[in-house]
Structure formats: C-alpha cells, structure tokens
C-alpha cells in the first residue's frame, strides 16, 4: 500500500496599497498577516504582488496592467491561485477568474476555512457555517462555480427554474435552519450567565488578538487544557474555568475568540453570541503580544472590534504577555486600561503581579467593612456571601463579628 502527501497548494498574494484609515497597517505588514493565514489555512505563498492606487479597481481590484505581470507570476512560480489582501466583490473575483484562469480566493475565504478547521463544538460549527453561507449567498453570480447541495431534491425545483435560483433558496432555507438553531444556543448561553449573575461571582473576559497568547494564559492560570498553537485562531470555542484569587476572591476567566485586522462582517455577526462574553462581563483582561513589532496597531484592532460589539464602561487590564521573546528594553502602553503588567504566560513570569492587578481593580467598586451582626441579621451575612468578598467571621456574645469586602452600590448589607 503506498502513501502519497497531500498536494500543497500553492498561491501568491495581491494587494492594493490604497489609503487604509481603518487599520492604519503598512500594505507589507498587512500582507505579512495573511501569508501566515494562508499557511494556517495549509497552503502555502510563493509570491507577492502589490499595486499602488488611490483605490482598488471596481471590476478587478488591480489594474489591467498588474494583471498582466500576475499571469506572468503564476505562470513562473507555478502557483494555482490567488489570495487578495481585501474582500472582493462579486464581480471583481469573476474578473479576476476570467482574466487569470486560475482560483481566486481573498482574505475572507481564508479566514473562513481557517475557522471551519478549527470549530470543534456544535455551537462553533453553526456559527462557521452560518458566516460562509452568508458570504456565498452574495456571490453567487461571480463565483462562478456549482455550490455544494445542503439539502432539496425532487419537487424542489419549479419548471424552468434556474440552477442559480434553486441555490439561492437552498441557501436561504439553510441560513433560516441554522438561525433556529443558534438562537436556541444564544438561550442556553444566556441561561448560563444568568446563572453566573446570580451566583454573583466575577466574570473576567480574556480578550486579544489572535496568537497573543489568551489560551497559553488561561492554561497557566486555571489548567484548562485549552490548545496552545503558534498559529492564528488556533481555539475557535470559547472555555470558561473558575479560579480562586489569592486574597481568596473566585472569579470566572473566560477565554473569547481572537480577533484580527479586517475580521470579516460576516464573523462578527455569526460569533456575535460569542464574542459578547466580553459585554457581559465584570472586567477585560487585554493580552497583548508585547514581543510583535506591531502591537500598538493590534491593540487599536482589539479596541476597535470591542467598540462594534458595544462592548464600554468596562475595566480593563493589559497583559503585555511573551516578554520572554522580548529582544530589548521595548516600552509599551495601554492609556485605555487601568493596569497594565508585563507577564509571559509560557514561563509564569508576572503572574502574581497580574493576579494582584485583577484582585485589586475588581475591590475598587467594594468597601471594607469590620462589625457586629446580630443574630437576626443572618440574612445580611449571606448577602455578604452572595455580593461580596467575606473575609471572616466570628460568633460572639452579641452575634457574628465579620471582615468583608461590600459593593458600594448594596448599602443594605452595610
């Protein structure tokens, strides 16, 4: 019996180094991102390809000039496809087709068969799923080719009726499926956070951008066994572990999916239910990759995504994690967090320091507290329990004596 290796594929890469107000990235940085897409995707680039422009050509992105000298690449290096930097149009991926004869693929495609590899849990593959469905629903006149069935058969076609038009109900069919399903997912969710308010414990969001180490983190702090990979959206489903602080205080971390430069519209409505884990929750730690030249871009990205989300008015501390691949004395800041602490997540350097960080901002919203409770305040006590931190207690001739820590806002404990 014999073995043969998948065959890699092969593609170049193609941007257009228009204004990009958005991310305020360098086109080569940019690029630099997507060919490690592309290698987490499993393909692998043999090339690249950038035009200047003010704009990217409406019909076919680039200009029929770098058209020219791609078909020349391809021909060369012997790649079978291309990967555009942005989103293209319908009509701009059937030019390409056209122009090119070869498959034609952008960042959004990548980034969607990167989180079809990696959805594990039943929610996550819902979520997939629903992104790419929503995605081909608008391109299914310029991508040319014969989607895949997801469901029909005979007595679903109408005399005369196009091949285009029974995808396009086949896929509004399925979208409506996988909406019922995930709106039955989005209930449990919040099920379970309604559970996680009234047990009163803290619920810390583990934010970032992807392969800053969140997963790495939420290992060390809680023994999660969560995937650590040196590859972007390595975990795609969210895991959420409690954690006893060392001044005794339990929280819940939660680890949330990594976020990235232009995360596709289509992503963040489909892990919408996911990615407000971060809403709901009482405080943000912010892991950032202190160690990546462009790391005060990607923090822009992670605020900037937290925004869509209409995720505000919370605390948030940064982590400026992998300081041990830290060449130099490099100095960074987050003005928009409350602490920020210098941690590498793989050697546990910085922990303690950053478990200090959260114990101390999330007692910032309490007072402190020592008195006498008599027995007919049993009631308070568990409120104590339930809303606060109770630190000790203490059965005396009068009742019980009692340290804690109170919410500013429950002055009927107090």
């Known amino acids: 019996m014999f073995e043969t290796d998948r065959e890699v594929e092969k593609v170049l890469l193609v941007a257009v180094a228009a204004e990009r107000p958005t991310d305020g990235a360098d086109v080569s940085e940019s690029l630099d991102e997507l060919e490690e897409l592309v290698k987490t995707a499993g393909a692998v680039s043999l090339g ?60 959004t495609m990548v980034i ?57 109900r086949i896929i509004r069919m399925r979208i409506g499926q996988l909406n019922r399903e995930l709106a039955d997912v989005k209930k449990n969710r919040e099920v379970r956070r309604e559970a996680r308010t009234r047990s009163a414990i803290p619920v810390v969001a583990i934010v ?100 869509r989300l209409d995720v505000g008015g919370r605390k948030v501390i940064t982590a400026m994690n992998k300081q041990d691949l830290v060449a130099s004395e490099v100095i960074r800041k987050d003005l928009q967090a409350e602490r920020v602490v210098k941690i590498s997540a793989k050697t546990g350097d910085g922990i303690p320091d950053l478990l200090n960080a959260i114990s ?13 409770y008599g027995y007919d305040e049993a009631g308070k006590i568990q409120g104590i329990r339930k809303y606060g931190q109770l630190l000790s207690e203490e059965y005396v001739a009068d009742g019980v004596a009692v340290k804690a820590y109170v919410p500013k806002d429950r002055k009927d404990l107090i």
């Not at 590899?117 to 799923?129: C, D, F, L, S």
């Not at 009482?282 to 605020?303: C, F, G, K, P, Q």
């Not at 101390?360 to 006498?372: F, M």
């Open 112 to 168: 969607l068969d990167i989180f079809a590899q990696h959805a594990m849990t039943g929610e996550g593959k819902i979520q997939v799923e629903l992104a790419q469905l929503r995605y081909r629903q608008t391109r299914l006149i310029g991508m040319g080719r014969a989607m895949s069935r997801l469901g029909g058969g005979i007595g679903t076609r109408g005399p005369g009726e196009k091949k285009l038009e029974v995808d396009r």
């Open 208 to 307: 970032g951008y992807t392969n800053a180490g969140k997963s790495t983190l939420l290992n060390r702090l809680t023994g999660a066994g969560v995937l650590e990979k040196d590859a972007l959206f390595a975990t795609l489903d969210p895991t959420t572990r409690n954690f006893r602080l060392p001044n005794g205080q339990e929280v819940l971390f939660t680890d949330t999916v990594g976020f990235i430069r232009k995360l596709p519209h289509h992503l963040i409505e489909a892990f919408r239910s996911t990615l407000e884990e971060a809403r709901y929750s009482d405080l943000i730690l912010h892991v950032v990759d202190a160690s990546n030249d462009n790391a005060d871009i990607r923090m822009a990205v992670v605020y900037e995504t937290l925004q």
């Open 48 to 107: 690249r390809l950038i035009q200047n422009r003010e704009a990217v050509h409406p019909g076919t992105y680039i200009g029929k000039g770098k058209i020219e000298e791609l078909r020349e690449m391809l021909a060369q290096t012997g790649a079978g496809g291309i990967v555009t930097d942005d989103e293209l149009s319908p009509v701009q991926m059937k030019n390409l087709e056209d122009a090119l004869d070869c498959n034609v693929m952008d960042r």
């Open 360 to 372: 101390e901002v999330l007692l910032e919203g309490k007072v402190y507290i020592e008195r006498v």
